[in-house]
T-cell receptor
Framework: GAVVSQHPSRVICKSGTSVKIECRSLDFQATTMFWYRQFPKKSLMLMATSNEGSKATYEQGVEKDKFLINHASLTLSTLTVTSAHPEDSSFYIC???????????FGSGTRLTVV | KQEVTQIPAALSVPEGENLVLNCSFTDSAIYNLQWFRQDPGKGLTSLLLIQSSQREQTSGRLNASLDKSSGRSTLYIAASQPGDSATYLCAAGYGPVIWGLGTSLAVNP
C-alpha cells in the first residue's frame, strides 16, 4: 500500500534555530500533500496544502514566513519551522492521498520540542 | 463550516467490554471517513477506512460503520483489552481532512 515516510519522528531544538521536517511518498507520486499540527487538547488542524512545483496554500492564521513549505518533487515535501519558538512545540504530521485506496495515508508524525 | 465531533471525549471501561465510539460530521459530502489510533507521544495508526459508497468496514475486533445521510460514523470495539487504551480519532475526508478531537479510551485490567 501507499506509504508516507516522515522524518524525524522527534526533534528538540533551541529557540531561534530552524528545523526541517521531511515527508516522502515511498511508492507513489503525490502532487499534493497536507501538513497538520496538533495543539494540546485540540484536534489536528490543517496548516497548509503543499503543491508540487508551486507555492503552498496556507490556512488562515498560519504564518507563511515561519512555516516554509517546499514541494520540489512528486515524492518529497518539506516543512521548515524557522526561528523556532517554544510555542512552536507541537506534533506535526503530513499526509497524501492514497491513489490506490482513495483514503489518506499519513506519515508517522514529528514531535517538535523547542527549548 | 465542516466540523467533526466525537462523543464521548473520554471513556473508561473494564477489560472485556464491547464499546462504541461515535463520530458525527456536519457536511455529508465526504469522500471517505477514517478512524485512527494515537498513542501518547507517538504517531497515528490508521485503523479503518470507509469509502463514501460503503456502509462499514471490519478489521479483527474493530468494526466501523458510516451513515452519510445522518452524518455519523461509529467505531465498535469488541472484547476490549488494556492494549486498546489510546486516543481514537475520526477524520472526515473532503479534500484535506477534518479531524475530530478524539475519544480517550482507557481499558482497565
Amino acid at each position: 500500500g501507499a506509504v508516507v515516510s516522515q522524518h524525524p519522528s522527534r526533534v528538540i531544538c533551541k529557540s531561534g534555530t530552524s528545523v526541517k521536517i521531511e515527508c516522502r511518498s515511498l511508492d507513489f507520486q503525490a502532487t499534493t500533500m497536507f501538513w497538520y499540527r496538533q495543539f494540546p487538547k485540540k484536534s489536528l488542524m490543517l496548516m497548509a496544502t503543499s503543491n508540487e512545483g508551486s507555492k503552498a496554500t496556507y490556512e488562515q492564521g498560519v504564518e507563511k514566513d515561519k512555516f516554509l513549505i517546499n514541494h520540489a518533487s512528486l515524492t518529497l515535501s518539506t516543512l521548515t519551522v524557522t526561528s523556532a519558538h517554544p510555542e512552536d512545540s507541537s506534533f506535526y504530521i503530513c499526509s497524501a492521498r492514497d491513489p490506490q485506496k482513495g483514503g489518506y495515508t499519513f506519515g508517522s508524525g514529528t514531535r517538535l520540542t523547542v527549548v | 463550516k465542516q466540523e467533526v465531533t466525537q462523543i464521548p471525549a473520554a471513556l473508561s471501561v473494564p477489560e472485556g467490554e464491547n464499546l462504541v465510539l461515535n463520530c458525527s460530521f456536519t457536511d455529508s459530502a465526504i469522500y471517505n471517513l477514517q478512524w485512527f489510533r494515537q498513542d501518547p507521544g507517538k504517531g497515528l495508526t490508521s485503523l479503518l477506512l470507509i469509502q463514501s459508497s460503503q456502509r462499514e468496514q471490519t478489521s479483527g475486533r474493530l468494526n466501523a460503520s458510516l451513515d452519510k445521510s445522518s452524518g455519523r460514523s461509529t467505531l465498535y470495539i469488541a472484547a476490549s483489552q488494556p492494549g486498546d487504551s489510546a486516543t481514537y480519532l475520526c477524520a472526515a475526508g473532503y479534500g484535506p481532512v477534518i479531524w475530530g478531537l478524539g475519544t480517550s479510551l482507557a481499558v482497565n485490567p
